[in-house]
């Protein structure tokens, strides 16, 4: 349906077009924020799982030696403590690219119901406009009749 001249738009739809879609990577702001993420996308990897469990396993064997509360200790606190961080991490990355595709899905659909909208308000408009026609008309060809 095209646009006359002196329709607008609803003002949120330009309001949105001018924000975008709000994504994880715009919550970073700031040195503090920017280096967060920084840490965050290097500890938060499997590689750096890898590492992590690396490094723990050297230390295993004086675990070993220490008995069963030392080496329950050393699971809990090296083990678990430093592999599980970066894969925790790197599972948070994957949840927050899938929130942002969700969301980025989530705002083309609501872009595309707002046009929608203001296209029905505008066709609502004509007919509302050609119903006060027919009605002018109708009731101009009665007035003779009275």
């Known amino acids: ?3 006359k001249e ?13 924000e975008g879609v709000h ?6 702001v700031g040195f503090n924020g920017r280096l967060a993420v920084f840490i965050t996308s290097a500890v938060g990897t499997m590689w750096c799982a890898y590492l992590f469990a ?7 064997p004086a675990a070993i030696r220490g008995g069963t509360p030392v080496l ?8 678990l403590q430093l592999v599980l961080l970066s894969v925790i991490m790197v ?6 690219l899938a929130s942002d595709k969700q969301a980025e899905q989530t705002y083309k659909d609501t872009e595309a119901l707002l046009k929608l909208q203001d296209e029905i308000h505008q066709m609502i408009e004509i007919n509302n406009k050609l119903t006060e ?10 007035e003779p009749l009275s």
């Open 1 to 3: 349906m095209e646009k």
């Open 6 to 18: 002196n329709e607008t738009p609803h003002l949120r739809i330009e309001e949105r077009a001018k």
């Open 23 to 28: 994504l994880t990577k715009n919550e970073h």
């Open 54 to 60: 690396v490094i723990a396993l050297i230390s295993l």
């Open 72 to 79: 329950i200790s050393w699971i809990a606190q090296t083990f």
């Open 91 to 96: 599972g948070q990355k994957v949840a927050a």
């Open 133 to 142: 026609e027919v009605h002018a008309v109708i009731v101009k060809k009665m």
